[in-house]
């Protein structure tokens, strides 16, 4: 892919909400981290209500996870969106992208990562594709003896049978294409090398989760070209909000937004200033998962054991499940119905 934007697909359009239901607020975290039993109280969720002709159809009880941090989930109607990946039988192709660093996107790949081989066990890929910073192979405690830069050159990334060889496996039951050791390294693979790898793995697994570097060069560009799914990732800070809606917007006018969209908003608390009402009314589309600032997500990154990996329970972990389950493809979700608003504790 040539470093400049081009128009590959007809423009796909986003659906602008301007008019958002009252406001929603997310409470702080205490998370509860000097209890010796390691249980999290979880009071009462506010509701988010949804924008009235957006309104969802009833789900099945048994979905919800209070316990979780997630209290309820509704389906809500997205006219961007066409017929459901999982609906058709493909493979999941999943770009985790940002307009911006250090919004927790690599915590959410990783996190996303085992949950999905919790279901598909060695059915899971993760690629770090950030080229000059990407940090995967510390999130993850992992030591690989092959990078990214080894993936792609050579006869590696066209013999499926090799390919698997040089991945490095987790615990969890999934594999990683860790980045590169330095950036000079990471920067000599192409934009075109690693849609190949992309296009190659797709084929030999069930989910290609790829943990892109921020903005939209052409490394972002040629992932999200072959995603089927794109999860994008905002804090509760302005520049992040707003670097959003540029990144939506500009990925409809180029017509390559992914078939599926999922907005996370990270680190969510009062302090900031901000409302999950403020960020929806900015970017126009609605918020589908909200995590909550947590000291046990941050303590869970330092150690290299992704949250869902340790098993623990708090409301971070609810919302890294709720994630995970607009994934199954066993799911009862309508074909275009893939936005989804969360509650959380």
């Not at 999905?116 to 030591?143: E, K, N, R, Y």
């Not at 490394?219 to 794109?230: M, R």
Request: with cysteine; glycine share 8%; net charge negative.
């Amino acid at each position: 892919m040539p470093a400049s934007i081009r128009r590959s697909r007809p423009k796909p359009g986003v659906q602008r909400n301007p008019d958002v239901d009252p406001d929603v607020d997310i409470d702080n975290d205490n998370d509860n981290d000097n209890d010796p039993e390691g249980h999290v109280a979880v009071p009462t969720a506010p509701k988010l209500e949804l924008v009235p002709e957006l309104a969802p159809d009833p789900e099945p009880a048994a979905d919800l996870e209070a316990e979780d941090g997630v209290e309820a989930e509704a389906e809500v109607e997205s006219p961007a969106e066409g017929t459901s990946p999982a609906a058709v039988g493909r493979n999941r192709v999943i770009a985790v992208v940002s307009a911006k660093g250090g919004v927790g996107k690599t915590t959410i790949a990783t996190n996303l990562a085992v949950g999905l081989a919790q279901d598909s066990p060695l059915g899971v890929v993760l690629i770090d594709a950030d080229m000059q910073f990407g940090d995967v192979a510390t999130a993850l405690s992992l030591a690989p003896s092959r990078t990214l830069p080894d993936l792609v050159s050579g006869v590696v990334p066209n013999d499926t049978m090799v390919l698997k060889t040089y991945l490095t496996p987790h615990p969890s039951g999934f594999y990683v294409v860790c980045g590169a050791e330095t950036p000079d390294e990471g920067d000599r693979v192409t934009g075109d090398q690693l849609a190949n790898l992309i296009a190659q793995l797709a084929t030999a697994f069930q989910y290609v989760i790829i943990d892109t570097s921020p903005g939209l060069g052409d490394h972002a560009l040629a992932a999200i070209e072959l995603a089927t799914d794109a999860v994008m990732v905002c804090d509760m800070s302005v520049p992040s909000i707003r670097g959003l809606r540029k990144e939506l917007s500009i990925l409809a006018d180029i017509g390559i937004m992914p078939a599926s969209r999922h907005v996370v908003l990270n680190f969510g608390d009062h302090s900031s200033g901000m409302s999950v009402r403020d960020v929806e009314q900015t970017i126009g589309v609605p918020v589908d998962i909200a995590i909550r600032r947590s000291n046990r997500v941050a303590l869970s990154t330092n150690r290299g054991l992704p949250l869902l990996a340790e098993g623990a329970r708090s409301p971070a972990t609810g919302a890294f499940k709720a994630l995970v389950r607009r994934f199954d493809p066993t799911a009862s979700l309508k074909a275009g119905r893939r936005h989804r608003r969360v509650v959380v504790s």
